[in-house]
C-alpha cells in the first residue's frame, strides 16, 4: 500500500515562508506526476501545484504562481512545496498526492486525476 506522509507545516505569520515535504514510499515515485492540494474550512479542496515525473514541467494556481515553487527528489523520493510570502488566505490543509500518469496534462488541475493521497498537513498564517 502506497504511503505518503506530508511535514512542515505550522503556525507562521504573513509574509513568511515554509517548505513542505511529501514522503513516499512503495509507489514507484520517479513514474509518476505529482501535485500539492489545499482544503481550507468550509471550502472544496483546490489545486495549488503539480509536477511532472521528470520534474521538468511545472503547473501552478494563479495564487501560487510567483510565491510557491513545487520541486521533487526522485532519488529520495520525496515532492516539496516551497511556500513564499504567506497570507492568511493561504490557511489550509495541504495534501500531496500521486497522479496515474506521468503527465496529466490538462488533467492536472483536477484532484479526481489523482490516485494516491497523503494525510495532509495544517498550514496557518496570522495576519
Known amino acids: 500500500q502506497v504511503h505518503m506522509e506530508e511535514s512542515g507545516g505550522g503556525l507562521v505569520q504573513s509574509g513568511s515562508s515554509l517548505t513542505l515535504s511529501c514522503a513516499v514510499s512503495?509507489?514507484?515515485?520517479?513514474?509518476?506526476?505529482m501535485g500539492w492540494f489545499r482544503q481550507a474550512p468550509r471550502k472544496e479542496r483546490e489545486f495549488v501545484a503539480a509536477v511532472d515525473k521528470n520534474g521538468g514541467r511545472t503547473y501552478y494556481a494563479d495564487s501560487a504562481k510567483g510565491r510557491f515553487t513545487i520541486s521533487r527528489d526522485n532519488a529520495n523520493e520525496i515532492l516539496y512545496l516551497r511556500l513564499n510570502n504567506l497570507r492568511p488566505g493561504d490557511t489550509a490543509v495541504y495534501y500531496c498526492a500521486a497522479a496515474g500518469t506521468g503527465d496529466l496534462g490538462d488533467a492536472t488541475y483536477s484532484p479526481h486525476s489523482y490516485t494516491n493521497w497523503g494525510q495532509g498537513v495544517q498550514v496557518a498564517v496570522s495576519s
Open positions: 512503495r509507489l514507484t515515485f520517479n513514474a509518476y506526476a
